[in-house]
């Protein structure tokens, strides 16, 4: 019996994304709409960035409470992941909206050039994120953008900073970073398994390698992200016209990897995260 497969969709992207692909929702209206077409296609983790309503970045909390309250009640279950990246803000304004005690929280465990920045994680800045999370019982998801960032993870787990079982996704193909990679994939894969057996992980594939990198997470028994935060696309030549739209394609890799979409319930105990309360 193959492990289900939890598969993440990250629905909003940036302002450039918009124009790229007029479907990215980006009020908290649509992102509530196009969650629940997600969750209904088989996504059961939303990782959620928040915009202003002309599409530039915030770090509301307000704004990630109204999406957090309406994906709670449209979505029965859904693991609810915000965004903690450079986006939302600068140093601990990341962290603000983690008050808000989604399930989980994206956390870098270090700095990697960007298209046309550095993302900046300082050591402290990394720690206090992790302790903020800690405190409320917010289990991260550790964002691995090089190998560094596979051993930072462990580290923090074996000394207490991440409690609880590790969930990293190796995160591939942003500009500037770690390219799309087969031969990498496998041995951040194998690394991780080497330094926390029970760590669970997922494959991120940013732009048009994003349906490549989720087949080799599903092959190798990881998870997978999809979403229009990563590409807009289904294909070189048809954009794609919704979230659901992206998850379905997703969805129907599976089979040929023995997988299936995991239900919530699954989701949760795969993470570790306590069962949906009703
Ligand atoms: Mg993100």
Redesign the pocket.
Known sequence: MTTPCIVTC?VTGSLPQKKDNPAVPVTPSEQIESTHEAFEAGATLV?L?VRQDDGSATSSPERFAMVQEGIRRHCPGIIIQF?T?G?SGAGRERGAHLALMPDMA?LATGSVNFPTRVYDNPPDLVDWLAGEMRERGIKPEVEAFDLSMIFQAARMQADGRIPGSLHVQFVMGIQNAMPVDRRVFEFYVETLKRLSPQATFTGAGIGRHALEVARWSMELGGHARTGM?DNVRLDRDTLAPSNAALVRQVVQQMPEFGRRPATVAEARALLGLPPVSE
């Open positions: 990250a990782h960035h965004s990246g986006r994206s935060e």
